[in-house]
């Protein structure tokens, strides 16, 4: 991998991330952009105690454009983009609309392929390792920004999603705070430990669903599962069978082996519906230890946390999508409609031959 960090027009960075040793990166953006300014703000909620960011500006960021007019292609002749080359392996850069921004944050896009009609599901592996280690890349220099106490690389798949960009790309958030999903994930953490008396709480989950009837697909050093209370109708967790806190964890092995066990894992979610459906949409999400100190979860260290990826799509059948009404958004009680021994099946018998 060839890493070339840029300047854009207004400021912003961008990085190149090539497989080709000898790839020159030189184009210079020459769009006439002003400084880039946002009103990034995060507030913290005092019942709840978690904390929203608001973002007024980005009531003003492009939104479904047309394929000539994508943002996210290379730049052609005069028709001008956020990538300055003509072409591009990987590549990413900090985002014109970001949710958080200066002290209360980075937001930035990656791009997975110049491709405009590709989806991460057609990428080659190789194409797909150099994601992995673009993703590996961003985690570490993020990680070490004085505002940021945790990393969170994902994908949005799909206009069902919210999607405004149709050119396969994912974005990474570096939060000043801890979410309040990993929060929840630390708090079972601690207490798990304490109750057993050192056990820890991730290792216990994979060891059940290995022995289990909802493991996906299973590889050397990864295991793809639906979870035994999943929220989604649709939904697989991917983990690496040996436990790091993050992606700068995970050893020569486990990075080789993820492209082809991840493609095929997101090649099924394709074929869950059948082949007349359109594209499955899909939220796929890294979840990472957080870099700030653990200190409220009290026993808990870094390397209690397992690094896995969490993918699930809003479809919950042909034609129809799950959403989130009164229990969900009111009540934070999710209702599946597909048993979870059920979704684990399905995925099974879409595997490719």
């Known amino acids: 991998m060839k890493k ?11 990085v190149y991330y090539d497989l080709r040793d000898d790839t020159v990166r030189d184009a210079v953006d020459r769009r006439p952009l002003e400084r880039t300014v946002t009103t990034s703000e995060v507030r913290r909620d005092p019942l709840l105690g978690d904390s929203v960011a608001i973002a007024s500006h980005r009531q003003g960021r492009t939104y ?25 392996d990987v590549v990413v850069f900090e985002n014109r609309f970001p949710s958080l921004a200066g002290d209360s944050g980075r937001c930035e896009v990656v791009c997975f392929t110049s491709d ?8 080659s592996e190789e194409q797909a390792r150099l994601v992995l280690d673009a993703w590996t890349d961003r985690t570490s220099e993020l990680s070490h920004l004085p ?19 149709g050119h396969p790309h994912g974005q990474i958030y570096a939060y000043p705070f801890t979410t309040p999903r990993t929060a929840l994930m ?11 008396g050192g056990e820890n709480l991730f290792d216990a989950v994979l060891d059940e669903e290995l022995a289990g009837e909802r493991v996906v697909l299973e590889s050397e050093e990864w295991v793809a599962f639906v979870p035994y209370a999943a929220h989604w109708p649709y939904e697989a967790h991917l983990y690496p069978k040996r436990r790091v806190p993050d992606l700068l964890g995970l050893d020569e092995a486990a ?9 095929e894992l997101l090649r099924r979610f394709d074929r869950i519906f059948g082949e007349t459906e359109p594209p499955t949409p899909y939220i796929a999400a890294w979840h990472q ?31 129809k999508l799950k ?31």
Not at 4 to 14: Q, Y
Not at 116 to 123: G, R, T
Not at 147 to 165: D, H, K, P, Y
Not at 339 to 351: D, I, K, S, T
């Open 147 to 165: 505002s940021v106490e945790q990393v969170f690389c994902f994908e949005n798949r799909g206009a069902e999603i919210g999607v405004t960009l």
């Open 64 to 88: 479904h454009p047309p394929a000539d007019q994508c943002p996210l292609c290379p730049s052609d002749g005069e028709r001008l983009s956020e990538i300055p080359d003509s072409s591009y």
């Open 4 to 14: 070339t960090s840029t300047r854009l027009a207004d400021g912003r960075e961008l």
């Open 289 to 319: 230890a957080p870099f700030g100190q653990l200190e409220e979860f009290e026993g808990v260290q870094r390397d209690d946390f397992a690094l896995h990826l969490e993918l699930f799509t809003i479809r919950r059948t042909s034609g």
């Open 116 to 123: 405009h009609d590709a989806s991460f599901a057609d990428l």
């Open 323 to 353: 959403f989130l009404a009164g229990s969900e958004s009111g009540m934070n009680v999710f209702i599946n409609d597909v048993p979870p021994e059920r979704a684990a099946e399905r995925l099974r018998e879409v595997a490719s031959s």
């Open 186 to 196: 630390l708090r079972s953490l601690a207490a798990h430990k304490d109750a057993t």
């Open 255 to 263: 990075r080789t082996e993820f492209p082809k066990v991840y493609l």
